[in-house]
């Protein structure tokens, strides 16, 4: 089996199941144009966060990492009409092609983007003190994932999902002496789920158009996890 194979599939699967609109095609001609990075889930990722939305009933979604609005134009998508999504991102710059992007989409109402360190704005929104989240996204910069992480879970109630981006990294995550700082941060965050009490998770590796890679799925525990235990 080489790549090849891989990339046929997903496109196999994107053109059946995860059609782009123009909508989402400008979004990712606008990363190359305006110099930003091809880090956006692919077409197949970004379905698979909308059935996660409508199996858990989003309506209130946070993101952390906006880059253009790829995921995050999937993810508004999915909200029901009166649903919301706040997504944070550091770069002015992203944020203003992501703000056009979004835009464009018409979906400026339901798209909070706001500009700023993740670690900054995080306990902002706690001190907000609105009703939980019903989905997080992890998709910002990798080494502070387990603090982002113990955020989510702080703006969460029992079975809100917290879905974590790029946690396996084309598998460097099995070296031990990585020194790469993406890989130990991601490390960090799986290990922690491990050993977690709040949340039941697992990692779905996938591997397609994207480099190979995987995300985390955790729910947050509406029951007492040793019912969970084998
Ligand atoms: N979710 C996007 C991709 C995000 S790429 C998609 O799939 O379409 C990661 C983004 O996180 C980049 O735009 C980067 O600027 C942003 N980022 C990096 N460090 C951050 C931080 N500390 N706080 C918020 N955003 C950050
Ligand atoms: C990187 C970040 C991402 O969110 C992604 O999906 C792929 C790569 C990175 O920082 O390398
Ligand atoms: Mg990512």
Redesign the pocket.
């Known amino acids: 089996m080489d790549k090849e194979i891989f990339s046929q599939v997903d496109k196999y699967i994107s053109d059946l199941l995860a059609p782009e609109d123009d909508a989402l095609t400008d ?1 990712i001609k606008s990363l190359e144009k305006e110099g ?2 091809q ?3 692919s077409a197949n ?2 379905k698979f966060l909308q059935v996660l939305m409508i199996a858990c009933n989003a309506k209130k979604v946070l ?10 134009i999937w993810l508004a998508r999915a909200l029901p009409d009166n649903g919301k999504i706040i ?5 002015k710059h ?1 944020g203003e092609v992501a703000q056009k992007n979004i835009d464009k989409a018409r979906l400026s109402q339901k798209v909070d983007l706001r500009i ?4 900054d ?1 995080l306990p902002e929104i706690i001190a907000e003190n609105g009703e939980p989240f019903d989905l997080i ?1 992890i ?3 990798k080494p ?1 994932y387990t603090e982002y992480f113990n955020y989510a879970v702080q703006l969460s109630r029992p079975g809100t999902l917290i879905v974590c ?1 790029n946690v396996i990294r084309a598998g460097k995550v099995l070296d031990e002496n990585s020194t790469d700082e993406k890989v130990q941060g991601v490390k960090r965050l799986n290990k922690m789920l491990s050993e977690n009490k709040t949340v039941t998770a697992t990692i779905l590796h996938s591997t397609g158009v994207k480099e190979y890679d995987g995300m985390a799925i955790a729910v947050v525990n509406r029951i007492d996890p040793l019912h969970l235990k084998q």
């Open positions: 979004t930003l990075p880090q956006s889930v990722q970004g993101e952390l990492g906006t880059l253009g609005g790829y995921s995050t997504t944070i991102e550091v770069d992203h700023g360190k993740a670690l704005l996204f998709d910002a910069d502070p981006d």
